[in-house]
């Protein structure tokens, strides 16, 4: 059964470090997306990418993330100088299409830890 | 606004014994709703999805989930617990088509033998 994939697992980070989290989403997949989930908060959502492009993005999504598909298979997410309250579990999705009828599907996560 | 609102953070029952996790939505327009379980060290797994079809939904491992616009309700329920089945459940929403999904807070179901 074809899945979403992230790496790493877990990533350890010095504040003001930047850092790349991986994603291989479903490969028939034309819609990417990154949540995130700060430790007892709710899963929030921080961006869509459809076509090489943000088609949204949540007040979190600052200038400090960025969102990028550098070849036909990843979907990366770069917080560029990472901050204490960075640290989260981040999920990335894909779906074959934005209908309202349409689930996402998800990664197991990357757990973000900066200190 | 849309909203998801998921009235217990944390259930217990044992095994054997039915299950209900119970989610209230808030939403302007007619919303597709989802449940997804996640397993420790797992990704979101899709348990089912409401899209307007049918109120009453079936999804896999024996849950289901009914639909009512009156309650903004979409409850989830399974008749008899398993120890598998222990596990954080999210109530999502999806009212627009652009694929963004509102989450609530997560129920963490725990099962005792």
């Known amino acids: 059964e074809p899945e979403v994939t992230q790496t790493p697992s877990h990533q350890v980070t010095q504040m003001g470090q930047e850092v790349i989290l991986r994603c291989v989403p479903i490969s028939n997949h034309l819609y990417f997306y990154w949540y995130r989930q700060i430790l007892g908060q709710k899963v929030e959502f921080l961006v869509s990418f459809y076509n090489n492009e943000i088609s949204e993005k949540s007040e979190i999504f600052d200038d400090q993330f960025s969102v990028e598909r550098p070849d036909g298979s990843n979907f990366t997410l770069k917080i560029r100088s990472t901050k204490l309250e960075d640290s989260a579990m981040y999920f990335c999705?894909?779906?074959?299409?934005?209908?309202?009828?349409?689930?996402?599907?998800f990664g197991q996560g990357t757990r973000l830890t900066v200190v | 606004a849309q909203s998801v609102t998921q009235l217990d953070s944390h259930v217990s029952v044992s095994e054997g014994t039915p299950v209900l996790l119970r989610c209230n939505y808030s939403s302007s327009y007619s919303p597709s709703l989802f449940w997804y379980v996640q397993h420790p060290n797992k990704g979101l797994q899709l348990l089912l999805k409401?899209?307007?079809?049918?109120?009453l939904v079936k999804g896999i491992n024996g849950f289901e989930a009914e639909f009512k616009k009156s309650e903004t309700s979409f409850h989830l329920t399974k008749p008899s617990a398993h120890m598998s089945d222990a596990a954080e459940y999210f109530c999502?929403?999806?009212?627009?088509?652009?694929?963004?999904?509102?989450f609530g807070q997560g129920t963490t179901l725990q099962v005792k033998p």
């Open positions: 409401y899209t307007s079809a049918a109120t």
């Open positions: 999502v929403v999806k009212t627009s088509n652009t694929g963004k999904l509102i």
């Open positions: 999705a894909s779906s074959a299409r934005t209908a309202l009828n349409t689930e996402a599907f």
